[in-house]
């Protein structure tokens, strides 16, 4: 009897060896990844000015500042005289998004007496007529009643016209007023940096 029960206890663990072996063989699985990458490129933007809508450069500083060609009456202002200086802005040729650029103003530094004060401004979008004979107009995108003062500053668009194509030129017409007698000193010799502010889209 007792023989009999040894026989049975070990076919029962042989079984259970059987039934251990098997349950490993049930955990084993396939595996297997799947990557994914991007890869990001940052654009370009860079505003670049010019006078004469011909020759562009890029003038990021105020004392690298494009010297504009005002009528040659800005040499010898009388009191009420206006002279007028083209200006054009446009995205250069490694641009690659559109953008705005909104005027800053500008700051006026007095050589000589204090006429800074005594001159008036106002920035055209020129959409027609010719801005140096005094006959540009369009819409008007800064005023200032003293060269350091500065109201209505409007924001145009940049065209950047994709990399490898320079973009749609902005033409400004820059028109600048000598004050009233007994404001404009004579001999008075005054400087003016405009800035303007260009953002990406």
């Known amino acids: 009897m007792s023989q009999k029960k040894n ?3 070990r076919a029962l663990l042989a079984g259970g060896l059987v039934l251990g072996v098997g349950a490993a ?7 297997d990844s799947e990557f994914a990458e991007g890869l990001f490129t940052a ?13 562009y450069a ?19 202002l009388t009191p009420g005289d206006t002279a007028y200086a083209a200006h054009w802005l446009r995205l250069d040729a490694a641009s690659t998004t559109d ?3 909104t005027p800053a103003g500008a700051v006026a530094t007095d050589v000589t007496g204090t006429n800074a004060d005594a001159v008036s401004y106002t920035i055209t979008e020129v959409t027609g007529g010719d801005c140096e004979a ?6 008007v995108v800064a005023t200032g009643a003293t060269l350091n003062d ?7 668009d940049l065209v950047s016209n994709g ?7 902005v033409p400004l017409c820059f028109e600048v007023t000598a004050g009233a007698e007994g404001e404009f000193e004579q001999g008075g010799e005054t400087s003016a940096v405009w800035q303007f502010t260009a953002e990406s889209e």
């Open 7 to 9: 026989t049975k206890g």
């Open 25 to 31: 063989v049930t955990l084993a699985a396939w595996t």
């Open 43 to 55: 654009g370009s933007f860079n505003l670049e000015g010019s006078d004469d809508g011909v020759a």
């Open 58 to 76: 890029e003038h990021d500083t105020a004392g690298g500042a494009l010297q504009l060609s005002f009528s040659g009456l800005v040499d010898n």
């Open 99 to 101: 953008g705005t650029v």
């Open 134 to 139: 005094g006959t540009a107009t369009g819409p």
């Open 150 to 156: 500065q109201t209505g500053a409007t924001a145009l």
């Open 163 to 169: 990399a490898g194509t320079a973009g749609t030129a």
